[in-house]
């Protein structure tokens, strides 16, 4: 995650597109969101969209849309499942927004499977693929940083508290236990579980019986 971080500061305050790639639940968007936070648009619009199974005239409506066309920040999820005819109206519609209006809105997208991949099989367009890659950051999965999980652990304890949840502890021997687990919804798994643990268990400080 060093170089995730390393890339990201690097990044933030340019306007270059950027492709995030990770398995569900290791948080791409929250790295979307941080990068528009983080950079010269801050000030301005960030708004989501999926584009999962969205055929040309579907995808057309999403990029009409007025929330869409005024965002300063466009993060596009759900890439790698865009059919073939959603990703040449994609192609279409980069090509005619970079002639119009340079530069006047960041693109983010989010991919599930390694674009380069699907691009190299025949799955995925290249000529998409090469202008939505310009900057990849690939999130390792949760199971392949467990050192992470006592920080994150401890940080959505703290969120959960400022949310009016009661106030919780985690014990060294939690945190252990929770290492064990191979986390196969990554982060957000991890997240809805501490939510669930600490709506469900009466007791502050949580043991190893998590």
Same mark, same amino acid.
Do not use: N
């Given at each position: 995650m060093q170089d995730v971080y390393r890339v990201m500061a690097r990044v933030a305050a340019t306007d270059l597109p950027v492709l995030v790639e990770g398995e569900p639940g290791v948080g791409k968007t929250r790295v979307a969101q941080a990068?528009?936070?983080?950079? +010269?648009? +801050?000030?301005? +619009?960030?708004?989501?969209?999926?584009?999962?199974?969205?055929?040309?005239?579907?995808?057309?409506?999403?990029?009409?849309?007025?929330?869409?066309?005024?965002?300063?920040?466009?993060?596009?999820?759900?890439?790698?499942?865009? =059919?073939?005819?959603?990703?040449?109206?994609?192609?279409?519609?980069?090509?005619?927004?970079?002639?119009?209006?340079p530069a006047n809105q960041?693109?983010?997208?989010?991919?599930?499977? =390694?674009?380069?991949?699907?691009?190299?099989?025949?799955?995925?367009?290249?000529?998409?693929?090469f202008r939505l890659?310009?900057?990849?950051?690939?999130? =390792?999965?949760?199971?392949?940083r467990l050192d992470d999980i006592g920080d994150l652990a401890r940080a959505f304890l703290v969120r959960l508290r400022k949310s009016?949840?009661?106030? +919780?502890?985690?014990? =060294?021997?939690a945190i252990e236990a929770l290492k064990r687990h191979s986390w196969p919804g990554n982060v957000r798994e991890l997240e809805n579980f501490l939510r669930r643990l600490v709506a469900l268990r009466p007791q502050a400080s949580i043991d190893a019986d998590v």
């Open positions: 990068l528009h936070q983080f950079g +010269k648009r +801050k000030d301005g +619009k960030f708004k989501l969209v999926s584009v999962a199974g969205a055929s040309d005239y579907a995808l057309g409506e999403i990029l009409a849309a007025e929330d869409v066309t005024a965002a300063d920040t466009l993060a596009i999820a759900d890439i790698d499942d865009l =059919p073939a005819d959603g990703q040449a109206r994609l192609v279409r519609w980069l090509m005619q927004r970079d002639d119009q209006i960041r693109l983010i997208c989010m991919s599930q499977r =390694p674009l380069g991949a699907l691009a190299a099989a025949g799955q995925f367009r290249q000529d998409l693929y890659s310009v900057v990849v950051m690939a999130l =390792p999965p949760l199971r392949e009016g949840a009661q106030d +919780k502890t985690l014990e =060294p021997a």
